[in-house]
């Protein structure tokens, strides 16, 4: 049962460089969403889906893009990485809004030098 | 403007204390309050969640105590062991566009 498997697990850039962070699900959630996670600083949305063909902003998303093509995949775009990008990734599923409880892969950790 | 406050930040607790760990909301639009549980290196799991028509629900050594009128919530580890060394999230669920509103988490340590 693998869950929610995002990759790479490390990742180091130079200053405006773009990359791809992949994630894909097999739990058949129609929800997805991509959050950092800064030391001290919580989750900060980034982006989340509500399904294939549906994106939509969240609290942080200035340097980012996505898109959801299949119910599957939430691939999560950097483009021109910038130093403020260095953070841990997480991406994350869910089976409904209403029930709150998210599955979250293990993390991408970027650092952007 | 800080919707949910977490406390305490840190904790350090011996084997077999108590540890409690509070947050605080503002939104009285809220109507799921779970608590998150992460390890070093992975990403948070859902560790034990209340609705607001009940004022406490307990599953193994984790409680959650629920008072609306103060619109707090708390985590209870009871027996705590050193396996319960992680961070923990608050994320309680904003009733109008159904997001979780994180915050910012609380490093236990259990010592030996």
């Known amino acids: 049962n693998a869950g929610v498997t995002q990759t790479p697990k490390f990742r180091i850039l130079k200053i405006g460089q773009s990359m791809t962070l992949q994630c894909t699900q097999d739990?058949?959630?129609?929800?997805m969403y991509w959050y950092r996670q800064d030391p001290g600083m919580g989750l900060k949305l980034i982006y989340y889906?509500?399904?294939?063909?549906?994106?939509d902003k969240g609290e942080v998303p200035n340097g980012y893009n996505v898109s959801r093509s299949t119910t599957e995949d939430f691939p999560l775009r950097l483009e021109l990485a910038a130093p403020s990008q260095t953070s841990v990734y997480f991406c994350?599923?869910?089976?409904?809004?209403?029930?709150?409880?998210?599955?979250f892969g293990e993390g991408s950790r970027l650092t952007v030098l | 403007q800080q919707q949910v406050k977490q406390s305490p930040q840190s904790l350090i607790v011996q084997k077999g204390g108590i540890s409690i760990i509070n947050c605080a909301y503002e939104n009285t639009a809220f109507d799921y309050f779970p608590w998150y549980q992460q390890f070093p290196g992975k990403g948070p799991a859902l560790l034990i969640a209340i609705r607001p028509d009940v004022s406490e629900k307990k599953e193994g050594r984790f409680t959650i105590s629920f008072n609306k009128s103060a619109k707090q919530f708390s985590l209870h580890i009871m027996d705590s062991q050193p396996g319960d060394s992680a961070t923990y999230f608050c994320a309680p669920l904003a009733g109008n566009n159904r997001k979780l509103i994180w915050g910012l988490g609380t490093s236990l340590a259990v010592n030996p």
């Open positions: 994350a599923s869910s089976y409904s809004s209403r029930q709150g409880e998210l599955f």
């Open positions: 739990m058949n959630h129609n929800y």
């Open positions: 889906s509500v399904g294939a063909g549906i994106t």
